[in-house]
């Protein structure tokens, strides 16, 4: 009954939609023990009423796009520091533009195998932002568990990942370790997400009230398509997300 009260004791400034998340989770683990029979059915919790409301995502200008961008693809950001720091550096600059123009959430593309990539493909133009990517995500590998195509630009990145490892049958994670094939967003998340806050650092975005993470990348990715003029239709089938997670989110846009 107190949940509410103890989060925001812990963190003022904490979202009702964050709130509502975690109810749903602390939820499914009770659902969890019940349906084993480990605890009584009538366990279940049950949270007061708690309204979501309508809550502009905190979303990252072009601007500050181009300022990370410019940071990890910096021949300095990319050589102080040792070979092992580089393969991370360099694997960040391409998570970060897969993120950006797929729309794709951090933890798909956590799971994301070269099997999921089914076509690669270079327009007339030179421009590396003419090159598209089609992507087939398995329902074990989305957050809401649906099969789902995406596609997006710059499939370039894949390009160049494929040529950097030999870790590319299906079976291999996109994002691996050079060297091992390890999974680095797995083996190595943290170290990931040392060197984004690195970046954080030199650009000075971590000095904004609420500094840029990965999944800010994606509300990038869709304000950027609704600009473009992008159908919310369509725009919702390629991001895995509903017609009312776009209005209520992006509404402004």
């Not at 533009?97 to 133009?125: D, P």
């Not at 370039?156 to 590319?168: A, E, G, P």
Request: with cysteine; hydrophobic share 35%.
């Amino acid at each position: 009954d107190d949940y509410y009260v103890h989060r925001r004791s812990m963190s003022s400034g904490v979202k009702n939609g964050t709130l509502i998340a975690e109810r749903g989770t602390i939820r499914a683990v009770y659902k969890y023990a019940i349906d084993r029979g480990m605890i009584h059915y009538l366990s279940l919790p049950l949270f007061p009423p708690l309204k979501k409301g309508k809550e502009q995502r905190r979303l990252i200008d072009v601007d500050e796009y181009r300022t990370i961008y410019q940071c990890l693809r910096s021949p300095e950001f990319l050589k102080d520091c040792d070979r092992q720091d580089q393969i991370f550096r360099r694997q960040l600059l391409y998570l970060t533009l897969v993120l950006a123009n797929t729309g794709m959430r951090i933890g798909e593309c956590r799971r994301l195998l070269w099997g999921n990539i089914l076509k690669i493909h270079k327009s007339k133009g030179k421009k590396r932002s003419q090159w598209s990517v089609e992507i087939l995500l398995d329902a074990d590998q989305t957050k809401n568990k649906k099969e789902r195509k995406v596609q997006g630009r710059r499939g370039d990145v894949f390009v160049d990942l494929r040529k950097l490892t030999d870790f590319i049958s299906n079976d291999d994670p996109v994002f691996a370790d050079f060297d091992t094939g390890e999974h680095l967003l797995e083996v190595h998340k943290h170290k990931i997400y040392n060197h984004w806050n690195e970046m954080l650092k030199i650009t000075s975005l971590d000095k904004h009230k609420e500094p840029p993470t990965f999944y800010h990348l994606r509300h990038f990715y869709a304000t950027q398509r609704l600009l473009a003029g992008v159908r919310p239709y369509f725009l919702k089938e390629n991001m895995g997300c509903s017609l009312k997670y776009l209005e209520d989110h992006y509404g402004h846009v």
